[in-house]
């Protein structure tokens, strides 16, 4: 999830919010580059599309090239809006700046959606070194959530304009701060734009949190941009994951799907997961509560923008595993043309004069204790079969993950972390909130991260 300054009403205010972007951001070292090793002899040049076709032309409809210093300004200028509470220090260019101009190129391609066979136009971000030469380290980059169909990865070619400015408002800030910390050093970056989201939507909800199509949109880009790098000369090299938030639990979900094809990963990286569906839905709903943290005299409390992924994650079980009228059979009467609407259009525009529903106040009563429909119940089954936390992974990943965080307890990190087996390692962020915790994953250290490196230094460390 992403989270911004945009202002929500308190649940039961008639306030409303302004328009704008929603919140929703020695031993085992040598293990770690065994595993690496092992993984290296598999060679991502090549890779099949699901299809079973390749393709050399046509892959990229939309280039852009961004100076190095003009991706220090803007991560300068976007980075306060992250570092909420402060955790870390100022951007400091002397110390995290971009070595090479990046060039942006706009992925094109289509998918087949699992859950309905539909056959979709898809969208997605390549982004390479300028001057770079030799394989490039891959990362496949997976979003947080962005309560609009526009703020995407592929966005980011609107650079090709010298004036264009990037806002929290309207573009996906993380993503920036992904191509500045991994393409302007000398790693390629691919990422999907998702289903239901960028230029080619034409009208479709998006599949929030659904797993399938999720899965199979990130394969689909990612063998698109792995062809796209060939046709313009560049080499793949190792493939790494990161993903944020929504971001995290795709990156999950792709992992273990390229797993179970015995493809190569040579290490993943998640900040904020939401690891367990179920948990995640009854935390936000206030059905389930966790003890204090040990020295912490409180912990922050689950924000009302949490209610929108709800309905968003609703509407999209509801379209893609064909529960109609799930939205309204899952929410209180006094919330259904509010839920209905914001599926619609994720219009911030709501009725100043009536309640703004919370995470505990939007569902029916009794929705997680007792029959309530037969929606709900199919709903409930479905997100207990999507859950990512109890995986053994047999490649290194790293949690990251905030011990603020407004969204995300930490528990619901560590169980995930306590049955990856010994792959799996975590990185506590002290006083992190949500979008803190990724900020920190990408610019802090050890002194910040529990003493881990953040995910570049990491990756690099790895990249041998």
Known sequence: MTASSTQFPQSGSAAGPTRGRVPIAGSRRDLLKGACAVAAGLSWVGA???DGTTKAKGLIDATARVTAARLDAMVAEAFPHFNRPVILPAFDARRHGARYDVDLHRLVTTTTVPETGETVKISGLLALPVGVTGPLPVVSWQHGTILSFDQVPSNMV??????????DEKDSLETLFNIQRFAAQGYAVIAAD??????FRAGRGEAYAVKDATVRTCLDILETGLEAMKSLKAEPGRLFLNGWSQGALNTQWLH???RRQSRSITASAVQSPFNDLTESWRYWAGAQTFPPLEGAKDYPAA???ISLCMIIALGSYQQYYGLDGLIKSATRPEFHDLALKYWADYALDFDRSKPFPSG???LVPGF???FTDDRNSAFLRQIGLNIANVQRYDAPIRFYYGLADEAIRPAMSRRALAAGGRFASGAAV???SHRGTFLASLYGDGSTLDGQENVVDWFTSLNK
């Open 48 to 50: 099949a599309r699901a």
């Open 158 to 167: 609107l650079l090709a304009d010298p004036a264009y400015r990037m806002s």
């Open 430 to 432: 002290a006083g992190a």
């Open 256 to 258: 273990q799907d390229l």
């Open 303 to 305: 924000p009302n923008w």
């Open 368 to 370: 997680f204790d007792r």
């Open 194 to 199: 998702y289903l239901g989201k960028g230029p």
């Open 360 to 362: 505990e106040t939007l």
